[in-house]
């Protein structure tokens, strides 16, 4: 009977060429980034949600009477935990407010005014997000 001579290759002996990134790290911080949400409004970068709003603002009416403007965003205190909303069926979410001007071009009057835009969701610390209890995670 012939001897089988096994040759295991390991490659735990190579050095590492390039470290392997945290991936739950870089979403966190993509989420922040995105949120903006303890930089003040007037230092925030062209990015996230300010650059969306910036991005669909402003709104004309079809006489042209009328201009919408953007001034900022606030996002509002959460009114649990994370783990509190898991825990009662509830969405980890914070409102959102927007404040817009509406300017009138026939009177010159601006009216500005806060408008609740809704609850939007935030992610806990394992990077998912709490929706009706349930923790949810994005790919």
């Given at each position: 009977?012939?001897?089988?001579?096994?040759?295991?290759?390991?490659?735990?002996?190579?050095?590492?060429?390039?470290?392997?990134?945290?991936?739950?790290?870089?979403?966190?911080?993509?989420?922040?980034?995105?949120?903006?949400?303890?930089?003040?409004?007037?230092?925030r970068k062209k990015q996230g949600l300010q650059e969306v709003f910036t991005n669909i603002?402003?709104?004309?009416?079809?006489?042209?009477?009328?201009?919408?403007?953007?001034?900022s965003y606030s996002l509002g205190e959460c009114k649990d935990s994370a783990y509190g909303?898991?825990?009662?069926?509830?969405?980890?979410?914070?409102?959102?407010?927007?404040?817009?001007?509406?300017?009138?071009?026939?009177?010159?009057?601006?009216?500005?005014?806060?408008?609740?835009?809704?609850?939007?969701?935030?992610?806990?610390?394992?990077?998912?997000?709490?929706?009706?209890?349930?923790?949810?995670?994005?790919?």
């Open positions: 009977m012939l001897k089988k001579h096994n040759k295991i290759k390991d490659y735990s002996k190579i050095p590492e060429l390039c470290p392997i990134p945290n991936l739950l790290d870089i979403q966190k911080t993509s989420f922040v980034n995105f949120l903006q949400r303890y930089i003040p409004p007037d230092e603002f402003p709104i004309q009416d079809f006489t042209g009477n009328l201009i919408l403007n953007f001034v909303c898991w825990e009662k069926g509830g969405t980890y979410s914070t409102p959102l407010e927007v404040k817009i001007s509406l300017i009138s071009k026939k009177t010159g009057e601006i009216k500005e005014q806060d408008v609740f835009m809704g609850e939007l969701p935030l992610m806990t610390e394992n990077g998912g997000f709490v929706i009706n209890g349930a923790e949810r995670v994005i790919v």
